[in-house]
């Protein structure tokens, strides 16, 4: 039975990814920073910036699949963003040091990425071989892609995920835009027309079984076929909890004076391409918002 080291396991996807990864018969262990819940048994002690784990943690791990990372839904100071960077990366090259040092033979190592690579364009069907962006998130992705193809080096296949938005119905991205528009105070930010690529939670899950199963390497655009202007998402979720929208746009300057350089977060445009994914054989079974969001 395939063994699975997850980090990040806490977090929204983690959790689902968990639950799923066990339903179909692959054992699970998970790395934590809380060394006091850590049992060494499905959880392991881990802290990244120390240099610390608990290397019983690899013991005949076939694949690890690298979540960990500080949520960029949080205001963007200069510490934090340290914190949004190193999570990511210094946690990653810790990974791979650790792996090397131990001379472990990984069938795979299979890290996240985000849309945020390409950075704020105007382009439709992006493909994984479009250029990066040039704002801090691009940069997040990219140095955050660079240090997980170390593990080509040691001859570990490595297999990346560029994340849309991840959504799910009573967490995340939905949660938050749902909570003002449930109390009649929804807007649209900006214009509304900044295009937003999404994936449902349960495909995402799916989507790394996939990856497992079809052993896939590479980079892989993971979103839905039909990415959503901010505008289509909030009034899809207005209908589907009978409220109005009917407050003015948000303008764009008042979002970037007061959220600063994270406003890129709610102003970025990006619409990628699945096309690579599905000529994979994957079949994204939640297409439709409206279906995600019941």
């Known amino acids: 039975m395939p063994i699975v080291l997850l980090t990040g396991a806490s977090g929204m996807v983690g959790k689902a990814l968990k639950l799923q990864l066990t339903t179909q018969g692959l054992t699970v262990r998970s790395l934590i920073r809380n060394q006091e819940k850590a049992d060494g048994i499905h959880t392991f002690y881990w802290n990244y910036a120390k240099e610390e784990m608990d290397l019983n943690a690899l013991k005949d791990v076939d694949y690890i699949i690298h ?95 560029r994340l849309g938005v991840v959504m799910s119905p009573n967490e995340g991205f939905i949660k938050t835009v749902s909570a003002p528009i449930k109390w009649f105070v929804g807007a649209d930010l900006g214009t509304g027309q900044q295009m937003i690529p999404w994936i449902g939670l349960h495909d995402l899950c799916r989507l790394f079984i996939h990856v497992i199963d079809k052993n896939l390497v590479g980079i892989y655009n993971a979103a839905s076929s039909h990415p959503m202007t901010l505008e289509a998402i909030d009034k899809a979720i207005a209908k589907h909890y009978h409220r109005p929208l009917w407050l003015p746009n948000i303008p764009a300057w008042l979002l970037k004076k007061v959220l600063g350089e994270m406003s890129l977060i709610v102003l970025g445009s990006c619409a990628t391409s699945n096309a690579k994914t599905k000529n994979t054989g994957f079949e994204f079974l939640a297409e439709s918002f409206e279906k995600t969001l019941e």
């Open 67 to 161: 979540l960990s990372g500080a949520t960029v839904s949080k205001r963007w100071t200069f510490d934090y963003k340290k914190e949004i960077y190193d999570s990511r990366i210094m946690s990653t090259d810790f990974l791979f040091k650790t792996i090397q040092k131990e001379k472990l033979r990984l069938k795979k190592f299979i890290c996240v990425s985000g849309s945020g690579f390409y950075g704020d364009t105007q382009l439709q069907n992006i493909t994984e071989t479009s250029p990066s962006g040039n704002d801090f998130l691009a940069m997040v992705c990219r140095d955050w892609e660079t240090a997980a193809q170390q593990f080509n080096s040691i001859k570990i296949p490595v297999c990346i995920l």
